[in-house]
């Protein structure tokens, strides 16, 4: 059974910092994309960042380059965002999400991704 357990979220004033954390459980996540997506009230899910398989490339969306920064622990299993220079507008709900491993993926776009968390709550105040 596959598990993406997010953690993490809370909130904090424009400027500080987060980091988030997704358990994987039930994968090898080393053979998927892992993505971080969010969605704030009344928008649509955005692509946040992406790690390729292994870890081998990264991809931001241009909002939260130079920002934000995904990263893996292989002896936790676990997939990290780490936010920096948080802003107002970052406040949405997170989610963690797998991709298995095939041919051009578009590793920001939601529909890519077949396994999703539950998602933590980030809430960033001006």
């Known amino acids: 059974q596959v598990q993406l357990v997010e953690s993490g979220g809370g909130s904090v004033q424009a400027g500080g910092s987060l980091r988030l954390s997704c358990a994987v459980s039930g994968i090898d996540y080393n053979s998927n994309y892992m993505g971080w997506f969010r969605q704030a009230p009344g928008k649509e899910l955005e692509g946040v960042a992406a790690?390729?398989?292994?870890?081998?490339?990264?991809a931001y969306a241009d909002s939260v380059k130079g920002r934000f920064t995904i990263s893996q622990d292989n002896a936790k299993s676990t997939v990290y965002l780490q936010m920096n220079s948080l802003k107002p507008e970052d406040t949405a709900m997170y989610y963690c999400a797998a991709a298995s491993y095939r041919p051009y993926v578009r590793p920001l776009r939601p529909y890519e991704y077949n396994y999703w968390g539950q998602g933590t709550q980030v809430t960033v105040s001006s």
């Open positions: 790690l390729y398989p292994a870890g081998s490339r990264t």
